[in-house]
């Protein structure tokens, strides 16, 4: 099992990092960790959904004309991840404009202090 | 130790749900075999075809740009959205300010 | 910034970084690369003339107009490009049989509609970033 494992390394590393930013998502009361923590774990399915691809020993995507019988590693994973790093690019940058927002409203970005916040001015 | 407590419990559920994730990492094919269903089919023919189709050497910027372009299409739509998203947030973040 | 080793070195880096940038757009088809990577390598560029001159000196060269503008109308000029194979009778963002020059294999005239992509696709991302870090850093600059 140890030796399986070993050799699906990048796998098993997709999915700690996965596990570790859903920890800070979870645990870090401070906005802009939790932000980190959804980059983490989208960086994380990146990495899976790319090593899926790979032949061992196969060269770049790229083509030549003259060879048609070499071994080139799988083209598609790669083209469908680009996608989704703009995607996650797009999510991060609008989280980030959203964490400027609260900032301007309550002067604070740590989570404790704003559910205080929002707590006082709701019993007042 | 009683704010500790969800906390623990917190870091042995997501432990489990590592286990439950390298558990299924078991059951995948190995990385990296030739033999993979992954290579199968579609990324056999884009690669042999991709000569004649598109006269491009690379085959994952032909992907992007050919024969999945609408895709593409899509995203630059999600770029576009982002910077409209964004750019209302901050806007209307100056014009209350003022107000 | 006002060190001058980081002045006089990013004023050296800055033009080498940008033809880089459109060397990897242009080439997108021949060697790794294309619209995305190339669009934040020049993306990268600006940001760093931004950084160390400042945000008035860099939305005096890259103005909010142009790049906003630059945005929307790249989006168009994609769609614009995939209208052509409408009107050549095939469906939409059709490469080789809706007339686009196919070119000799290996040049960077070829491949069709490929380039015009790829360069769409790059100045689109560039000038996205740089929209979006000039918007995020503006109240900072104003309130110091």
Redesign the interface.
């Known amino acids: 099992?140890w030796s399986?494992?070993l050799?699906?390394i990048?796998?098993?590393g997709a999915?700690?990092l996965?596990?570790i930013g859903?920890?800070m998502v979870?645990?870090q009361s401070n906005l802009i960790k939790k932000i980190i923590g959804i980059n983490i774990m989208e960086t994380a399915v990146c990495l899976f959904f790319v090593?899926?691809?790979?032949?061992?020993e196969?060269r770049?995507?790229?083509?030549?004309?003259s060879d048609?019988a070499l071994?080139?590693v799988?083209?598609?994973?790669?083209?469908?991840i680009?996608?989704g790093?703009?995607?996650a690019?797009?999510?991060t940058?609008?989280a980030?404009?959203?964490v400027?927002?609260i900032h301007?409203a309550y002067g604070t970005i740590e989570l404790d202090e704003i559910l205080e916040i929002q707590a006082r001015e709701h019993h007042d | 130790m009683k704010p500790n407590r969800p906390k623990a419990i917190l870091i042995v559920l997501l432990g489990a749900l590592f286990l439950l994730l390298v558990y299924g990492i078991l059951e995948m094919p190995t990385a990296g075999n030739r033999n993979n269903p992954a290579h199968r089919e579609i990324a056999q023919r884009y690669l042999r075809r991709a000569e004649q189709d598109t006269n491009a050497p690379n085959v994952v910027n032909s992907i992007i740009t050919d024969y999945r372009a609408l895709d593409t299409l899509g995203e630059a739509a999600v770029l576009f959205t982002a910077t409209a998203a964004v750019l209302t947030v901050l806007t209307a973040l100056k014009t209350g300010r003022r107000r | 910034m006002d060190d001058i080793v980081v002045k006089t070195v990013s004023r050296v880096v800055i033009p080498f970084a940008l033809v880089y940038g459109c060397y990897v757009v242009f080439h997108g088809h021949l060697s790794p690369g294309g619209g995305f990577p190339g669009g934040a390598i020049l993306a990268a560029a600006v940001v760093l003339y931004t950084l160390v001159y400042g945000l008035k000196r860099a939305s005096a060269k890259v103005t909010h107009r142009v790049s906003s503008r630059l945005e929307s109308g790249t989006l168009l000029v994609y769609i614009v490009i995939g209208a052509v194979g409408i009107i050549a009778g095939r469906t939409f963002l059709t490469n080789l049989s809706a007339g686009f020059p196919a070119g000799r294999a290996g040049s960077v005239v070829s491949g069709g509609m490929i380039p015009l992509i790829s360069v769409a696709i790059g100045l689109k991302v560039g000038s996205t970033l740089v929209t979006l870090f000039h918007a995020m850093i503006h109240d900072d600059s104003e309130a110091s």
């Open positions: 099992m399986t494992l050799n699906q990048n796998y098993v999915a700690a996965f596990v859903l920890y979870l645990t090593t899926v691809g790979f032949v061992r196969a770049v995507p790229i083509v030549s004309f048609p071994l080139y799988n083209p598609l994973p790669s083209a469908l680009l996608t790093i703009v995607v690019v797009s999510i940058v609008y980030l404009s959203l400027v927002g301007a």
